[in-house]
């Protein structure tokens, strides 16, 4: 349950209404960085339009599961589990290719849509903090819009040594890093619903 202080139905509403924010904020910041990420050459937009791709499924998911019982979270949380480790070796697949056929980022573009995206997820983390001690399904949550909040910074310092170097080696190596965020939360997601489940089955 959130962490805040009202009663059990209003503490439901109050996820689902914050899920509903997470989703419209993810899904359309998706639509944008991918095309623009697409257009500007950049691993490290598309890696996180990928992984805002990944967020905004996870939000849709743990809206549907709010005030479900604690098993079916767990198994929502496993899914958006999977579903990161998956796009986030995608991404990593990407930043191969691009890394072996070549690329020419545009690093004014990265910075602007990086800022946005930045603006974006501090957005969803400030909505989701008060719930980050709920149920396993807002603890996976939490943990998105964290990774995420990492990765646009990572995104927008790659913009600017591509920028400053005349290199596009700044921004594979960020798309790399964001790979490597968004697969490492996809594990730690997946422990963290398996510990909900044993200790379902305990009690």
Not at 11 to 16: C, H, T, V
Not at 94 to 121: C, D, F, H, K, T
């Amino acid at each position: 349950m959130s962490d805040c202080g009202c009663g059990a139905e209003q503490a439901k509403k109050l996820e689902r209404t914050t899920l509903a924010y997470l989703l419209s904020i993810n899904g359309v910041m998706f639509v944008v960085e991918a095309a623009l990420g697409f257009y500007a050459q950049s691993t490290g937009l598309i890696a996180d339009s990928l992984d805002m791709l990944a967020d905004a499924t996870v939000y849709g998911i743990s809206l549907y599961v709010v005030g479900k019982g604690i098993s079916q979270q767990a198994k929502a949380a496993s899914v958006s589990g999977v579903l990161q480790i998956i796009l986030g070796l995608g991404v990593l697949f990407e930043v191969v290719r691009r890394s072996l056929y070549g690329s020419e980022p545009q690093s004014m573009l990265i910075m602007a849509v990086g800022l946005l995206a930045l603006i974006a997820n501090v957005a969803c983390l400030m909505l989701i903090s008060k719930h980050r001690d709920g149920g396993v399904h807002m603890r996976a949550s939490w943990i998105f819009s964290t990774n995420d909040v990492i990765a646009n910074v990572g995104v927008i310092c790659s913009g600017a040594l591509v920028w400053l170097l005349g290199s596009r080696y700044p921004d594979l190596v960020i798309g790399a890093i964001i790979s490597a965020v968004v697969v490492r939360g996809g594990i730690k997601i997946l422990k963290d619903a398996k510990a909900t489940k044993s200790q379902e089955i305990v009690t």
